[in-house]
Antibody
Framework: QLQLQESGPGLVKPSETLSLTCTVS??????????WGWIRQPPGKGLEWIGS???????YYNPSLKSRVTISVDTSKNQFSLKLSSVTAADTAVYYC?????????WGQGTLVTVSS | DIQMTQSPSSLSASVGDRVTITCQAS??????LNWYQQKPGKAPKLLIY???NLETGVPSRFSGSGSGTDFTFTISSLQPEDIATYYC??????????FGQGTKLEIK
């Protein structure tokens, strides 16, 4: 059974860079035909797709966040990562990693990241 | 960018009721639409893919229909465990994705 687990700091200061890692188990991140993505959800609000990386390394970002987002993959560790720069309080959210193609079929449990000084 | 308009934003219904949620796309997305269920404190769960296909293991009381710009999600007989927030999500222009605003479903 495929499992995903987010990890990273739960508190980030304004203007700094948010960094999260998603560790995949029960399957290879190098499997063809799948994307590995990040989605976030501010407290009490809806879901926002941040971006995704294909197994080949190609990346795709939400245009609204593109200037601040970098997603990378480490196939040797079966992990992919998110970096979001110049964060503000508006970036406070639960961040989820997920495997997807058309639909997001496998999700991590989510990790709350708070932006505060 | 494709915008998704989901309605209603909240809904109160009784056990056994038929519940319907709609999602409208700002442009034709064929059948490239999914539906998710999210319970409090949990990650979303994919219920319906390609507008009308039931994900494996999802109860048959859940269904989806529609194509083009107008889509419908239905629970044929509401159960207490269906209390959740439901989201539509389009993928017309892979791999760019947009979610609807969500519908919070409560028991009356």
């Amino acid at each position: 059974q495929l499992q995903l687990q987010e990890s990273g700091p739960g508190l980030v200061k304004p203007s700094e860079t948010l960094s999260l890692t998603c560790t995949v188990s029960g399957g290879s991140i190098s499997s063809s035909s799948y994307y590995w993505g990040w989605i976030r959800q501010p407290p009490g609000k809806g879901l926002e797709w941040i971006g995704s990386i294909y197994y080949s390394g190609s990346t795709y970002y939400n245009p609204s966040l593109k200037s601040r987002v970098t997603i990378s993959v480490d196939t040797s560790k079966n992990q992919f990562s998110l970096k979001l720069s110049s964060v503000t309080a508006a970036d406070t959210a639960v961040y989820y990693c997920a495997r997807h193609f058309r639909g997001f079929s496998y999700w991590g449990q989510g990790t709350l990241v708070t932006v505060s000084s | 960018d494709i915008q998704m308009t989901q309605s209603p934003s909240s809904l109160s219904a009784s056990v056994g009721d038929r519940v319907t949620i709609t999602c409208q796309a700002s442009q034709d997305i064929s059948n490239y639409l999914n539906w998710y269920q999210q319970k409090p404190g949990k990650a979303p769960k994919l219920l319906i893919y390609d507008a009308s296909n039931l994900e494996t293991g999802v109860p048959s009381r859940f269904s989806g229909s529609g194509s083009g710009t107008d889509f419908t999600f239905t629970i044929s007989s509401l159960q207490p465990e269906d209390i959740a927030t439901y989201y539509c999500q389009q993928y017309d222009n892979l791999p760019l994705y947009t979610f609807g605003q969500g519908t919070k479903l409560e028991i009356k």
